[in-house]
């Protein structure tokens, strides 16, 4: 093999590890900003459409072996040891999931405004191929707390823009190029983030609200059977009520996880008996095809207050193309649950991983609630780093809203975030837990940047990005047109 491949293959290699492993590990972000150097250097030699795309795929074959360990150990967990097999699925899942790596690769061209371009591509391809499956995504500068405030602004989307600019600034520095332009730039957006992150940080006049999380650690949600219900319904009660009637305080909410009832209808289960609390829990309800998974809102009393219908559900997981009958219905709506601790976004399940599905689904609703909840499974993962990449990933959502979140997860890791993107009181995954939080929550309703425009103002940047690179690309071929013509003309001869 030609050795400028192997080294070829070795930075890749190298760029694949230092992505991925800040993804399950946001103490080792420091890493993030130097991820992409050695892509970077790969792609300032210019290398062929067919160089571009051999490399494309290599890196896309890296990050889907370094990237996914939890992928490949949900498939030996559910696979009941069959090594190769439960490779094959992860390397699978993988490759489709980082198809956006080797799109950018064939499309990253050279020009004047190369760095802006190369991060609006890289953007571009996760909002079009990363949220088709945004659990394997990643947020990769998630502890960079500073840094990270600017979601109030741009999103999630709009932070990894910037850093994947910073990113190439930063490269380009190193090198000796705008060095002092770059610093600059680099310590305005953490002087920003850090000054956002400290107000947020300080104590806050919102009243607190006792609000209690049951974590059940109970079989998958996917279960539709009357038995199953029942059997998971009573747990859940036995554990809630000796809690409950352990604890000194009284909770406003009792939140369960998305697991709590396997997927039973609320009508054949009978109702909830009488708890004197408000209760927050995932149900079925038929539809006309398919049925809703939804979450409802009972009352002290233990009757139906509100419902949410599903929104958003997980390709080849609640919804098959072309195949509705092993499909969910999408519900038409989006609502928010009247608790008496004050209004509640619900999310179920994935639901909370989509930056801009959460900052409409806040924006839809008049920007009225005033606090997230969200109800998760992660039984099926069978590994901790996934529950943690959802949690980290889900912090982000607070910041985008600046609101707080309380999440219970039947199996992941429950407790709640704050408006900063902190997570307290934080259970062990795979345990069984009882919380009794105390969470602020503001008064009023409101809209950050974010939760009124979502990702338009980065499609638009997206867009301009690309057009100034196209008109970049067009006048350097014509002044090479144009320079060749010259010397011709000073060439008769010739």
Known sequence: MDRRWVSH????????????????????????????????SLLEQRPKWWERLLMGSIWLFCVSQVGFPYAVSTAYHHLKGHLFQAWLMGTILGVVTSTRYLVF??????????????????????????QMMPV??????????????????????????????LSFRLYEALRGRHRKATLLLFAVTHLVGWLSLRHWSQPTTAPLHKIAVIQGNQPSAMVQSVEVGLKAREIML??????????????????????SLPLVEYTKLQGIPFLGVELVFTDYEPGTQAGYVLARLLDRE????????????????????GDPKHSFQVGDKDEILPTAAGPALPLVCFEGLW????????????????????????????????CYQSLNL??????????PMVRADNSGVSGWIDPAGRVHEATAPFTKANLMLDVPIPRRAGLTLYARYADRPLWCLVLLCVLLQIASARTSHQQQVETEADGK??????
Not at 375 to 381: K, L, N, Q, V
Request: one cysteine or more.
């Open 355 to 386: 930056p801009s599905f959460v900052a409409d689904f806040q924006r839809n609703t008049g920007g009225q609630a005033t606090w997230l909840v969200h109800m998760g499974s992660e039984s099926s993962f069978g590994s901790d780093l996934a």
């Open 105 to 130: 690769f064939l499309f990253a061209f050279q020009g004047r405004f190369r760095g802006l371009y190369w991060a609006s591509l890289w953007s571009a391809c996760e909002l079009l191929i990363w």
């Open 394 to 403: 889900l912090s982000v959502r607070s910041i985008e809203l600046r609101r």
């Open 9 to 40: 293959f070795l930075l890749l290699l190298l760029s694949a590890i230092l992505i991925c492993r800040t993804v399950g590990n946001s103490a080792l972000w420091p890493l993030s900003w130097m991820a992409l150097w050695p892509v970077f």
């Open 302 to 321: 233990g009757k139906s207050k509100a419902v949410y219908r599903k929104r958003k559900l997980i390709m080849m997981g609640e919804w098959t193309p």
């Open 489 to 494: 003309a000073g060439h008769p001869g010739e």
């Open 238 to 259: 036995e554990q809630t009520g000796t809690f409950l009637s352990e604890s000194a305080v009284v909770p406003e909410v009792v939140v369960w996880p998305e697991a």
């Open 136 to 165: 394997y995504g990643a947020v990769h500068i998630l502890g960079d707390r500073p840094f990270l405030q600017w979601a109030e602004w741009v999103g999630a989307p709009g932070v990894a823009w910037l850093w994947f600019y």
